[in-house]
């Protein structure tokens, strides 16, 4: 098993910056990558961004060039940085591990997630 921690959310005007962090813990040599989706109230879960182990990463066209996903492995933790936050990023940002980049082999872990509100 992989647990997962959040932190870093918050409330945070239009235009404003958040840095949520997630910290893992356990089987940590299973896992292939690790990345952060968000899902809005009456809306599906839908993904942000990814990093694999090797560093390759992977963006919601929605977030491109406002959102940047890193990891420090010797602290087994993923950050995303978020800038120029939107009223529509408003959403629980909940933080993923998965052991495969194989769907059908794939065993995903999720933390309980972090509110992140954009607002005036």
């Known amino acids: 098993q992989v647990q997962l921690v959040e932190s870093g959310g918050g409330l945070v005007q239009p235009g404003g910056s958040l840095r949520l962090s997630c910290a893992a813990s356990g089987r940590i040599f299973s896992i292939y990558g690790m990345g952060w989706y968000r899902q809005a109230p009456g809306k599906q879960r839908e993904l942000v961004a990814t990093i694999t182990n090797s560093g390759l990463r992977d963006y919601a066209d929605s977030v491109k060039g406002r959102f940047t996903i890193s990891s420090d492995y010797a602290k087994n933790t993923v950050f995303l940085e978020m800038s120029s936050l939107k009223v529509e990023d408003t959403a629980v940002y909940l933080c993923?591990?998965?052991?495969?980049?194989?769907?059908?082999?794939?065993?995903?872990?999720w933390g309980q997630g972090t509110q992140v509100t954009v607002s005036s």
């Open positions: 993923n591990a998965y052991s495969s980049p194989v769907a059908t082999i794939r065993t995903d872990y």
